[in-house]
């Protein structure tokens, strides 16, 4: 991988990618569109080697969301073996060579299949001591369902509503030890989060790119993170760096 151009010692702690584009890539070669799902495992791993190699402390995902059951029923059971024979049987043990910890943000409930559940179990278990990079899969996962959970935890922990605040909510958030995402990266074109980390992003930079998700490599990502380095985050202060206004009312949890 190209590194020229890149600050080491500006580089993001965090880096999120919405993977989109698969079913785009797989039409655009008259191939069924599970065909762009397969691919885009073989983009991911590129990806996560590359995280890696930049040094990235969190590298997150979103893999399935909430509204991905919506889907015809076919591709969604081969997006779930995608997920669950080739992301968390086959490539785990690699991961876990490597150092990386793979965790899950997402709804466990009915719809995801036990075998899935008892995958992501072991994958998490297996690697729980790492700490090269945290990789984290947003699986069943919607910004907005994680909101209403964690306002359900607020009721159900009896929080007076004079204590609730940034720090009340984010401790019972999905991962409330996660630091919020530096960058978020979307391939495909397309110009939205679609309900990706919608809390945690509200400080993050966005890079955009046209490239399908099968095609994204570990260049790609050194790309953005070229374009993350260019601006200038000023997080409602007067200068990079000042982060008064990003974490106002916050408690000790914020990243």
Known sequence: MD???LDPNRMPVHVACVMDGNGRWATKRGLPRTEGHR???EALFDAICGALELGLDWFTVYAFSTENWRRPADEVRFLLSV??????LRRRAELNEMGVRIRFIGRRDWRV???VLKRMDESAEMTKHNRKMTFTVAFN???RAEIVDAVKALIDDGVPSRKVDIGAIKKRMYAPDMPDPDLV???????RLSNFLIWEVAYSELVFTDVLWPDFRREHLAEAIREFQRRDRRFGGTRSGD???AVEGDSDLAP
């Open 83 to 88: 997920i669950a024979d080739q992301l968390l």
């Open 3 to 5: 590194l020229e151009g």
């Open 141 to 143: 996962y919607g910004g």
């Open 39 to 41: 691919a885009g495992e």
């Open 185 to 191: 990266i979307r391939t495909s074109g397309e110009f």
């Open 113 to 115: 299949p036990k075998g």
């Open 243 to 245: 982060r008064e206004g």
